[in-house]
C-alpha cells in the first residue's frame, strides 16, 4: 500500500517568508509526528498527533512554528518569518499507534537562504 | 530512556551476513529494542523489535542475549541497498508517552560489491 508522503520535496525559501509542509499519513494511521533532522544530526521531535488533537506540542523550537491536523489524514507545518536556522529536513511519520512502529515520509528539505 | 552503544562503522561485502552489535546494559524490563536504519537521503526506515525472544522478519533477524543487556541485528546477506546509517534504540511501550524517537549516532554499514 501507499506510504506515507510529503510535499513539497524541496523548498528554497528567503528569510522572512512563510512556509507550508504537508504530510500525508498511511491511511488508517492514527498517531502522527513531525520531526526535524539538522545535517549530519539525529531526529529532533517536534509535535505528535493522535486523530486531530496535538496531546504533546513540546518539541516546537518557537511560537513561529504551528501544525494542525484533518481528522486522521492530512497534517501541515507551517513556520512563520523562516530563520536561517530553521534549514534541515522536516520528516513525518505515522504509525497505527503511539506505541507502534513509525513509518516515515522521505521528508521536505527546507533551505532558508 | 536507556541508552544504547553501538559501533561508529561497520563494513561488508555483499551478498555475506552482517552482524550489527548493539549494548544496553542499562535496560529495563518493559524496554523494547528497536531497530531502525536510514539510508542516504532518505527518512528512517523500521526494520524489527523484539522484547526478549529472538525475532525474524523479511528484513532482518533479531538476536537478544538472554541478559538483555545486548543485541545483534543480523543482515543475512548483504546487499548495496543495506547500505544506511542504523539506530538502535529502547522504547518503554508501558508508558503513554514514549512514542518520541530518538536516535544515537547509529552503525554506519558500507556494502562493497
Known amino acids: 500500500g501507499a506510504g506515507v508522503s510529503q510535499s513539497p520535496s524541496n523548498k528554497v525559501t528567503e528569510k522572512g517568508k512563510d512556509v507550508e509542509l504537508r504530510c500525508d499519513p498511511i491511511?488508517?494511521?492514527?498517531?502522527l509526528y513531525w520531526y526535524r533532522q539538522r545535517l549530519g544530526q539525529g531526529l529532533e521531535f517536534l509535535i505528535y498527533?493522535?486523530?486531530?488533537?496535538?496531546?504533546?506540542k513540546s518539541g516546537l523550537p518557537s511560537d513561529r512554528f504551528s501544525a494542525e491536523r484533518t481528522g486522521e489524514s492530512v497534517s501541515t507545518l507551517t513556520i512563520q518569518r523562516t530563520q536561517q536556522e530553521d534549514s534541515a529536513v522536516y520528516l513525518c511519520?505515522?504509525?497505527?499507534?503511539?506505541?507502534?512502529?513509525?513509518?516515515f515520509g522521505p521528508g521536505t528539505r527546507l533551505t532558508v537562504t | 530512556d536507556a541508552k544504547t552503544t553501538q559501533p561508529n562503522s561497520m563494513e561488508s561485502n555483499e551478498e555475506e551476513p552482517v552482524h550489527l552489535p548493539c549494548n544496553h546494559s542499562?535496560?529495563?524490563?518493559?524496554?523494547?529494542i528497536h531497530w531502525y536504519r536510514q539510508l542516504p537521503s532518505q527518512g528512517p526506515e523500521y526494520v524489527i523489535h523484539?522484547?526478549?525472544s529472538n525475532v525474524n522478519n523479511r528484513m532482518a533477524s533479531l538476536a537478544i542475549a538472554e541478559d538483555r543487556k545486548s543485541s545483534t541485528l543480523i543482515l543475512h546477506r548483504a546487499t548495496l541497498r543495506d547500505a544506511a546509517v542504523y539506530y538502535c534504540?529502547?522504547?518503554?511501550?508501558?508508558?503513554?508517552?514514549?512514542?518520541?524517537?530518538?536516535f544515537g549516532k547509529g552503525t554506519l554499514l558500507t556494502v562493497n560489491p
Open positions: 534504540i529502547l522504547r518503554d511501550l508501558s508508558g503513554g508517552s514514549n512514542y518520541k524517537l530518538t
Open positions: 498527533f493522535q486523530g486531530n488533537s496535538a496531546p504533546d
Open positions: 491511511s488508517g494511521h492514527t498517531a
Open positions: 511519520a505515522s504509525s497505527l499507534s503511539f506505541s507502534g512502529e513509525q513509518y
Open positions: 523484539g522484547l526478549t
Open positions: 542499562t535496560i529495563s524490563g518493559t524496554d523494547y
